[in-house]
């Protein structure tokens, strides 16, 4: 990057089913607070105010100019960014280009959703083509349930493999005072829990969240002078799929899947050659558990085919070898357009060594984020504690 | 938080917003669906470079960024990639009607089709009669009554092996 980019601040709102407490701007502004009092800032300082959402999952257009008084946008330069599940993590990107080019130099970060007050499953039916498959296209979970069977097929897990990757979640959510569902669940309860699309499960599936997150992005001198602990993001990359061809799900192709070609490259730019040694704690998006297994193997933390064995042999829990969501994940909050964001600044608070109860007991150095937009593209994010290394 | 809810009037008000679009197909799409719903046939097209087989044909290859032009047809039998058994009632979004669960649908390769098609599989509803691999054929409605959308295929049969 032509300027190196520090995160020197964040916040997020408690995410929850319902809240009915607030309106959209209210809930927004709740996260801004809290990444400005995080970053010890206050609003005037604020270059460029960059937010964003799912398209339309609230009913209104033009977000950025209805919550300018939440974001704190009044009178700034600012875009709204949106890019589907992705958006968070878009957000990040682009405001991280824009200090790297010095074109700002203290850029706000937002990403938000709130979920119920509109209906999820319709609007991401539009994520389809319109004269093709969405008469499928009915919610997120056929997506994933054509995943998990396709890899079930393919390298012989078993139910109980998704069913291991639910209770990570949840267990390690219950320790993430900020998290949707914290359920002291057992595999035989994902098991038991009500089945939606073969093979997914009610508690193999994320929840429906209100919420939001706010980081505050700026360049090195500021970061330098500013804060105690500035979190360095050292690469990002991103990548899309082919119109139509959603074979991700088939998890036998060969063909160049965004994931796996995304993480190619920001891996070579880094001198990456063992991400699950060069990277001590991962926060990925999984919308459902078969996500996660997926990921395991695009991220390369172990050979196509082994992901669930990563699972079975405990390797990503909290104090495994391989820390992947102490937060809890998406599956344990999913508040749409705060998600991706939400990872990156899960992985930034691992390193500052602030999760708190969630944090992994280790040396925390560097971290990975990942990022689905509608089941196509991704947006990877690349953090150190350490802005050349 | 939310214990501060309790007790508390909180107003909310429900809206209900009904969206109408008209979707142009275009040029290779129009073809595509004319070639189902007059002739009962499944076109692909094929890459002049990478020579991958594209379903529902388009005009440009987005690996290799040339324009597709040869037309290939394809069979109506293929190999099922991932299904699953829904047991929500989905919403139908191109009808607007709930698809009444539970039902079984996937993802078929059409033989000589390097892409995949999403549509409603003719399999009870059962995780020991469906698996993947199975060989699957599509099942069109009678010419008469195809309208050249893909609800012109009713569904994919399995075929008896």
Request: aromatic residues 8%; negative net charge.
């Given at each position: 990057?032509?300027?190196?980019?520090?995160?020197?601040?964040?916040?997020?709102?408690?995410?929850?089913?319902?809240?009915?407490?607030?309106?959209?701007?209210?809930?927004?502004?709740?996260?801004?607070?809290?990444?400005?009092?995080?970053?010890?800032?206050?609003?005037?300082?604020?270059?460029?105010?960059?937010?964003?959402?799912?398209?339309?999952?609230?009913?209104?257009?033009?977000?950025?100019?209805?919550?300018?008084?939440?974001?704190?946008?009044?009178?700034?330069?600012?875009?709204?960014?949106?890019?589907?599940?992705?958006?968070?993590?878009?957000?990040?990107?682009?405001?991280?280009?824009?200090?790297?080019?010095?074109?700002?130099?203290?850029?706000?970060?937002?990403?938000?959703?709130?979920?119920?007050?509109?209906?999820?499953?319709?609007?991401?039916?539009?994520?389809?083509?319109?004269?093709?498959?969405?008469?499928?296209?009915?919610?997120?979970?056929?997506?994933?349930?054509?995943?998990?069977?396709?890899?079930?097929?393919?390298?012989?897990?078993?139910?109980?493999?998704?069913?291991?990757?639910?209770?990570?979640?949840?267990?390690?959510?219950?320790?993430?005072?900020?998290?949707?569902?914290?359920?002291?669940?057992?595999?035989e309860d994902v098991l038991n829990s009500r089945m939606l699309a073969y093979p997914i499960r009610m508690l193999d599936m994320c929840p429906a969240s209100n919420g939001a997150c706010a980081m505050i992005l700026t360049d090195e001198k500021t970061a330098v002078d500013r804060c105690r602990k500035?979190?360095?993001?050292?690469?990002?990359?991103?990548?899309?799929?082919?119109?139509?061809?959603?074979?991700?799900?088939?998890?036998?192709?060969?063909?160049?899947?965004?994931?796996?070609?995304?993480?190619?490259?920001?891996?070579?730019?880094?001198?990456?050659?063992?991400?699950?040694?060069?990277?001590?704690?991962?926060?990925?998006?999984?919308?459902?558990?078969?996500?996660?297994?997926?990921?395991?193997?695009?991220?390369?933390?172990?050979?196509?085919?082994?992901?669930?064995?990563?699972?079975?042999?405990?390797?990503?829990?909290?104090?495994?070898?391989?820390?992947?969501?102490?937060?809890?994940?998406?599956?344990?909050?999913?508040?749409?357009?705060?998600?991706?964001?939400?990872?990156?600044?899960?992985?930034?608070?691992?390193?500052?060594?602030?999760?708190?109860?969630?944090?992994?007991?280790?040396?925390?150095?560097?971290?990975?984020?990942?990022?689905?937009?509608?089941?196509?593209?991704?947006?990877?994010?690349?953090?150190?504690?350490?802005?050349?290394? | 938080?939310?214990?501060?809810?309790?007790?508390?009037?909180?107003?909310?008000?429900?809206?209900?917003?009904?969206?109408?679009?008209?979707?142009?197909?275009?040029?290779?799409?129009?073809?595509?669906?004319?070639?189902?719903?007059?002739?009962?046939?499944?076109?692909?097209?094929?890459?002049?470079?990478?020579?991958?087989?594209?379903?529902?044909?388009?005009?440009?290859?987005?690996?290799?960024?040339?324009?597709?032009?040869?037309?290939?047809?394809?069979?109506?039998?293929?190999?099922?990639?991932?299904?699953?058994?829904?047991?929500?009632?989905?919403?139908?979004?191109?009808?607007?009607?709930?698809?009444?669960?539970?039902?079984?649908?996937?993802?078929?390769?059409?033989?000589?089709?390097?892409?995949?098609?999403?549509?409603?599989?003719?399999?009870?509803?059962?995780?020991?009669?469906?698996?993947?691999?199975?060989?699957?054929?599509?099942?069109?409605?009678?010419?008469?009554?195809?309208?050249?959308?893909?609800?012109?295929?009713?569904?994919?049969?399995?075929?008896?092996?």
């Open positions: 990057m032509k300027r190196n980019v520090a995160i020197i601040g964040g916040g997020q709102t408690y995410h929850a089913a319902r809240r009915h407490d607030v309106n959209q701007i209210e809930m927004v502004n709740e996260a801004v607070r809290a990444a400005l009092a995080d970053a010890r800032m206050t609003i005037d300082e604020i270059d460029t105010v960059l937010v964003g959402n799912m398209e339309f999952f609230e009913g209104t257009h033009m977000t950025d100019c209805w919550l300018v008084d939440g974001t704190g946008a009044y009178g700034k330069p600012g875009l709204k960014i949106t890019t589907g599940g992705t958006v968070g993590a878009t957000i990040v990107c682009a405001g991280a280009h824009h200090v790297a080019s010095g074109l700002f130099d203290k850029v706000l970060c937002i990403g938000f959703e709130k979920q119920e007050e509109g209906d999820t499953g319709a609007i991401l039916s539009a994520v389809a083509h319109p004269l093709y498959g969405r008469s499928m296209a009915g919610a997120a979970v056929g997506y994933f349930a054509m995943m998990g069977t396709s890899y079930m097929a393919a390298w012989g897990a078993r139910e109980e493999h998704s069913a291991m990757v639910a209770v990570k979640a949840r267990q390690n959510a219950r320790k993430n005072k900020y998290a949707h569902l914290k359920l002291d669940i057992t595999v500035p979190i360095w993001i050292r690469a990002m990359d991103t990548a899309h799929n082919e119109q139509f061809e959603l074979d991700w799900r088939d998890v036998t192709t060969r063909k160049p899947i965004f994931s796996k070609v995304s993480a190619g490259r920001l891996y070579k730019r880094l001198g990456v050659e063992q991400p699950s040694e060069y990277f001590d704690v991962f926060e990925i998006y999984e919308p459902a558990t078969w996500a996660e297994l997926v990921w395991y193997e695009d991220l390369g933390l172990c050979r196509p085919g082994e992901g669930f064995m990563l699972i079975e042999e405990h390797k990503t829990e909290m104090d495994g070898p391989i820390p992947v969501n102490p937060s809890g994940g998406v599956l344990s909050t999913n508040c749409i357009g705060a998600s991706a964001m939400l990872r990156v600044w899960e992985a930034a608070l691992q390193i500052r060594g602030d999760a708190g109860e969630h944090q992994v007991p280790r040396d925390v150095r560097r971290a990975l984020a990942t990022a689905y937009g509608g089941t196509n593209w991704t947006v990877l994010t690349a953090l150190s504690s350490k802005k050349d290394d | 938080m939310p214990s501060e809810e309790r007790g508390r009037e909180l107003i909310s008000i429900p809206m209900t917003v009904e969206v109408p679009y008209r979707f142009a197909a275009g040029k290779y799409m129009t073809k595509f669906l004319m070639e189902l719903r007059d002739n009962g046939k499944f076109y692909g097209i094929r890459c002049p470079v990478c020579k991958r087989v594209q379903m529902p044909p388009r005009i440009v290859c987005a690996v290799c960024h040339v324009q597709n032009t040869e037309w290939i047809e394809l069979s109506h039998e293929g190999t099922l990639v991932g299904f699953t058994i829904m047991y929500l009632p989905l919403t139908d979004p191109t009808t607007g009607k709930p698809h009444e669960p539970p039902f079984s649908y996937g993802s078929v390769r059409l033989d000589g089709s390097d892409s995949v098609i999403d549509h409603m599989l003719n399999i009870e509803p059962d995780i020991d009669k469906i698996r993947v691999g199975m060989r699957m054929k599509a099942v069109l409605r009678p010419r008469e009554q195809r309208v050249g959308d893909l609800s012109d295929i009713v569904y994919f049969d399995p075929i008896s092996q």
